[in-house]
């Protein structure tokens, strides 16, 4: 066994880690020249990475910077579906085109084989809702069921008729947009997508743990820095056992986290039962972990951890909107029951 | 022992259900139940029905302008209002102020600040907490040096919730600076107008643009504003933090908040089937409706040990960390049933609060109102203040 970052994801993560404290400008072409993106995908696509532990390198420096330049949402998950129908990436690694995927629907809630949207030839007519970074999109990849019932992805412009964007701020910073399709011109990317939207999904949910693990040592290091500096009573808070022990019980969650996205990791590229057991452990327990980390760092900085304008609310805010992605604590420990049962 | 409210409780509950029936608005309750901000225009117009009723001052005595209800009237009354979703009363005259200058005013204090409060001619906030004391009140530093027959004031308060709507402030100043640190306090009543007072928003993680700073640069303010004796004012703020905590439960705010659970559950979809009916929801809706259950109890053994207009005592701090305990665990039970459109988030500080947001499940703005209600356990004396509190009392002879 061993537990070191190989020397390539080590220097991943030192070159990500300078170039989020340099507090860039245009931060994805950046991120493109620097490799970032390329990161994400294998190396037969034109990437030089894209295993779990790739993921987890990059995903938990951005979570630990106080950006989400939304690589998940207009890079990794449609990205790899593009891979899994056959279609190049390299637009998306060069940092020219951004995608989309408006896959959630209302009555979906976080179940990933629910889909109401209707492809009839190559129009498509449904509602798609919370779609993260459609905005920002060049290109959307939009689920829809065909006639016999199977759920097939479709590559639909920005502009097509039919097609209407409703975009809005979202709590844990960026925007989404409810999504809506009046019998809008379509082109069929794949035929029988679940098995692939269950791996892309599995690959964004790593990433997205892996960002909240980042973004919970940051609002570790934060309270241990005010419980350190803050003084009532004549003395910092931190001496004061009644915050000290709950300190230490969050360090044990956020190990207890750590390993939870090291072992989603490890098992990305498992047969689909075994990976799946994998994420749902853990966004189950960075679930429960992450809702403690949040609420007792805000807790332990009292008001000012409330300000938008001191950095600590904005982790906690983060750390807890990702649970109303990909699965909730309660979904997830319900996959993982099925799934060991 | 009798668990049944008197015939009389009975008819209580239903006059004062008539009275929010004919009385609020949908469209201001609907505000309420929605989460959304409210307007300064919402707050003054549900007092002045209150007041027109005699209904604003429920613990006041009679002779003040109150309606002198005993513990269990009040509590029929505080659930009855959250029940309806009428919004709350702004308690820093009412709960506040008024109970402190009752006890500790003079007659011409009485007689000219508590029918303003009443009628709105005042909207009084709190100058409490300053950046260097939070939970530990007494370090506060805002200085008051008496010249003539005025203090000069200067000095920096913070939290001061909805003071942006205020034209007068109840401040704690350090009028002794040489005394140990809990003697050397005044309690002053500071008129926003006078020149040297600035105040500057503070924007919370929900958008919210409810607390702020208040400045007090050279501020003078007349001795008559001076409450009871020089150098006494911690005697009185203890006083008025312990009437702070006399709702502290909010039992009426979490039932309300629980129905509004069920209502979101209800509505949102599980493979097809309402929320509420999937075993892990249902389980932790019913465990926190259990909770609340015997808490309502425990809230009316305490204030019913008090005597009317008096507060619990060091029972209060129990109420609080409960009640509290309970209320957050309802309003991330809410953020929980929404699912993915708890996400769609506007801002009241940066874009007013109608922006349009996508709210299918007609929830209201509960993720708002999760991060929001972090401050339930941190104001009003922080819950580890308050087991700090109750600790010292059950190990006073350790």
């Known amino acids: 066994m061993n537990f070191e970052l190989t020397e390539e994801r080590q220097m991943l993560q030192d070159t990500l880690r300078r170039f989020l404290a340099s507090d860039p400008a245009d931060i994805w072409a950046q991120m493109a020249g620097l490799g970032i993106i390329g990161a994400l995908f294998p190396e037969q696509s034109g990437g030089f990475g894209g295993a779990g532990f790739d993921l987890a390198v990059v995903f938990e420096e951005i979570g630990r910077a106080d950006h989400d330049p939304g690589l998940i949402d207009n890079a990794l998950l449609p990205g790899m579906l593009m891979l899994a129908a056959g279609r190049d990436v390299e637009g998306v690694i060069s940092g020219e085109v951004k995608l989309g995927l408006a896959h959630a629907e209302l009555a979906a809630r976080y179940d990933l084989d629910w889909v109401e949207t209707r492809a009839d030839g190559d129009r498509l007519t449904g509602e798609k809702t919370v779609v993260v970074g459609a905005e920002d999109a060049n290109l959307l990849i939009v689920s829809a069921r065909v006639a016999d019932g199977e759920i097939s992805l479709w590559l639909v412009q920005p502009d097509a008729p039919g097609l209407t964007l409703n975009g809005y701020g979202i709590a844990q910073g960026g925007r989404a947009a409810e999504v809506s399709l009046n019998d809008t011109p379509a082109e069929l990317l794949m035929d029988s997508a679940l098995p692939a939207i269950r791996q892309a999904m599995a690959a964004a949910t790593l990433a997205q743990m892996a960002e909240t693990l980042g973004a919970m040592e940051t609002a570790i290091e934060l309270t241990r820095d005010y419980l350190g500096t803050r003084k009532q009573f004549g003395r910092p808070i931190g001496s004061f056992q009644a915050l000290a022990h709950r300190f230490v019980d969050l360090m044990a969650e956020l190990e207890q986290a750590r390993s939870a996205v090291i072992l989603a990791a490890g098992h990305l590229e498992a047969e689909p039962p075994v990976r799946d057991l994998h994420i749902s452990a853990a966004k189950n327990l960075l679930g429960r972990a992450g809702r403690l980390v949040a609420e007792e760092t805000i807790q332990m900085h009292g008001g000012i951890g409330m300000t938008e304008e001191y950095a600590l609310g904005r982790f906690a805010k983060r750390i807890t909107m990702a649970d109303h992605r990909f699965g909730d604590t309660d979904h997830h420990l319900e996959q993982f029951i099925a799934l060991t049962a | ?398």
């Open chain 2, 1 to 398: 022992m009798d668990l049944n409210f008197t015939a009389q409780d009975d008819a209580f509950r239903a006059e004062v259900r008539g009275f929010l029936t004919e009385t609020l608005p949908d469209a201001l309750a609907d505000k309420v139940r929605r989460m959304q901000p409210l307007a300064k225009d919402d707050y003054i117009f549900w007092h002045a029905k209150l007041n027109a009723r005699g209904w604003l001052a429920p613990d006041w005595p009679k002779r003040f302008g109150g309606a002198e209800w005993n513990a269990v009237e009040r509590h029929i009354f505080e659930e009855e209002c959250a029940l309806a979703h009428a919004p709350r009363v702004v308690p820093f005259g009412l709960a506040m102020l008024g109970p402190v200058l009752q006890k500790f005013g003079s007659e011409a204090q009485q007689d000219h600040w508590l029918p303003r409060i009443l009628d709105g001619r005042d909207w009084w906030c709190q100058g409490y907490s300053e950046p260097g004391a939070g939970s530990d009140l007494a370090a506060l530093k805002t200085r008051a040096v008496r010249d003539g027959d005025h203090y000069v004031v200067t000095g920096q308060k913070t939290w001061t919730t909805l003071g942006q709507h205020a034209n007068m402030i109840f401040c704690l100043v350090r009028t002794d600076p040489g005394a140990k640190k809990q003697e050397g306090i005044s309690f002053l009543l500071i008129d926003m107008e006078s020149p040297g007072v600035e105040v500057r928003p503070i924007t919370l993680i929900d958008g919210s643009a409810e607390v702020n700073e208040v400045w007090f640069t050279d501020v003078r303010v007349p001795v008559e504003n001076l409450v009871g004796k020089e150098n006494e004012g911690w005697t009185y703020a203890k006083y008025l933090l312990t009437h702070e905590r006399t709702n502290i439960a909010g039992v009426g705010f979490s039932r309300a908040g629980l129905e509004t659970v069920k209502r979101i559950a209800r509505r949102a979809q599980s493979r097809g089937r309402p929320l509420l009916e999937n075993p892990h929801f249902a389980a932790r809706v019913a465990q926190v409706e259990i909770d609340l259950m015997a808490m309502a109890t425990t809230n009316l053994r305490i204030v019913s040990q008090a005597a009317a207009g008096q507060a619990p005592g060091v029972g209060s701090s129990l109420l609080k960390i409960k009640g509290t305990q309970i209320r957050q665990e309802i309003t991330d039970l809410a953020r929980r049933a929404v699912g993915p459109h708890a996400m769609p988030f506007a801002s009241e500080a940066l874009e007013g609060s109608n922006a349009p947001l996508p709210d299918p499940l007609d929830a209201g703005a509960v993720a708002g109102s999760y991060f929001n209600n972090r401050k339930l356990s941190i104001f009003g004396g922080s819950n580890e203040i308050q087991r700090e509190i109750y600790a010292k009392h059950l190990m006073r002879d350790a």
